[in-house]
């Protein structure tokens, strides 16, 4: 009969092998995500060198599974209709594709860009790009202390500058930075935590909101991002693309803790995102005249996201009000996406998967305007032309 000791020991031993077989199955799946892009688009230029995605959780793609954070998506049913992973979850923030893994399909990349913090973010699966975006991360280096960890912009461009480096062993110094000048695309999503999870954050945002104007607080914004713009130029990006905050007054999240009827938006989340939003295309437009070389394009997601959200019917949608998983008041809009939430039969019907987080079906509709829009959309050009430069 075993004894109390030999029990523990089996004990012991029995749960290190179901913890490490749940990480070798979780790495699996990053795998799986990272390669899973069956792509026939060709271009002039042979398709896209690769595609850096930097930003919150719009495009995160699993870096949040290997930090020790609150913000995390590697749950059911996150990731339902994500192809690539049999419908598991990988860490993105929706029920599919982000709209980083739409336009690298659409560009030519031949796999999806991988989470940098991923085990397998190493040696020639780098060449098709690499996402350092987390959720909960934003401009400033404050934000979203709340999740207790998460990679702020100056983390993301940090990370890039090691990434950099591997680029220059990998390919040579000279083909290095041609590859990264010339064929690759930087992917700028950042900015609405910086609101959402920082300045309007009840509790947290109190001594922010005592000691600073919204003009302020944006002010700062501006200069920390022109800052991480920046460097990354000196570190050889030339072509760009910066997505403005959407309308955030407009999620289920603020609808539902602000009590706000099915065709209301809370006013002061979307006048200081449009505020920042005009000192944006401000700034892109300075740093196209001040730096050689270089293309920063404007991508208007909050007017996109806007005539989604009025006009959601004209494009197949049921609602443009209501999570299609999550929990808590009227709109699903207080408890995130888990394997305890509510979840819609029709999830291409929704706008919203969750209380912050565009469906699949919305994110195709965007990132197609951003591949092939006018410069009401995206300017000076939009993403196919930006390619092809």
Known sequence: MPTRASRSRRDMYLSLFFFFSFLLTLTALVEAAG???????????????ASFIFGDSLVDAGNNNYLPTLSRANMKPNGIDFKASGGNPTGRFTNGRTIGDI???????????????????????LLAGVNYASGGGGIMNATGRIFVNRLGMDVQVDFFNTTRKQFDDLLGKEKAKGYISKKSIFSITIGANDFLNNYLFPLLSVGTRLTQTPDNFIDDMIDHLRDQLTRLYELDARKFVIGNVGPIGCIPYQKTINQLNENECVDLANKLANQYNIRLKSLLEDLNKKLPGAMFVHANVYDLVMELITNYDKYGFKTATKACCGNGGQFAGIIPCGPTSSMCEERDKYVFWDPYHPSEAANV?????????????ISPVNLSKLRDM
């Open 103 to 125: 336009i690298g399909e659409e560009l030519g990349s031949a796999n999806y860009a991988i989470p940098f913090l991923a085990p397998n973010a190493t040696g020639k699966a």
């Open 365 to 377: 509709i965007i990132a197609k305007q951003l591949l092939y829009g006018d410069v009401k959309v």
């Open 35 to 49: 390669r899973g892009v069956n792509n026939n688009n060709n271009n002039k230029n042979g398709g896209l060198g």
